[in-house]
């Protein structure tokens, strides 16, 4: 169950960062999406909201379904998952980086638009042009419709598992409060546990 669920939040965290040698195309944006998938043990319905400043240096990643309900905030200098739900925050760096879950290995979350797969085709979304690209890898598939360097959905299918996560709401405000991607008092910070586990690449 762990190992599935990391390998979906992998494969999704990765398609938020847009041009490798740039990062994002845009400086700030919040970005609600609505996930769907077919196996609901490991999340069936539920929702994220995905806001970044900076052109992506600042990240915080919401995700709540009936299961799970947690944010990952990455910063130049931290990287925690807080659990809502037992209110405390795991420190990802704790092992270095997100990449210790890997088998010791940097994962390299920054994917140049060249390298998302194959355009195959063009779908307007919430009024915005997105190219759609299909990615095809071992053991699965994914599908990415990008709109300046952003998804505005995701399709991913991998050993069974179909999980689609599509954009209901896009803003650009001037301003994001750094609060948003700060640990809250009351949130109890722990160490990462030592573990690790392959995790298929997408690139």
Known sequence: MIKKYLTVMLILTAAFTAVQAEGFKLERAVINYKITGNNTEFMGNGTMEMAFDRFGEYMSTTMKSNEMNTTT????????M???????????????SMGGMMENEQPDMEIDED?????VGTETILGKKCTIYLKKEDGGQAKYWLWEGMPLK???EYEG???TMEATSVSTPSSI???KFQVPKGIEIQKMPSFSFPIPKMN
Do not use: C, H, Q, R
Not at 83 to 91: E, V, Y
């Open 154 to 156: 995701v399709v991913t």
């Open 115 to 119: 390298d998302m797969g194959t355009p």
């Open 73 to 80: 905030i990455i910063t130049p200098d931290s990287e925690y």
């Open 82 to 96: 807080i659990n809502w739900n037992d209110k405390t925050a795991m420190d990802l760096k704790s092992l270095g």
């Open 161 to 163: 598992m179909k999980t």
């Open 177 to 179: 409060p750094a609060s």
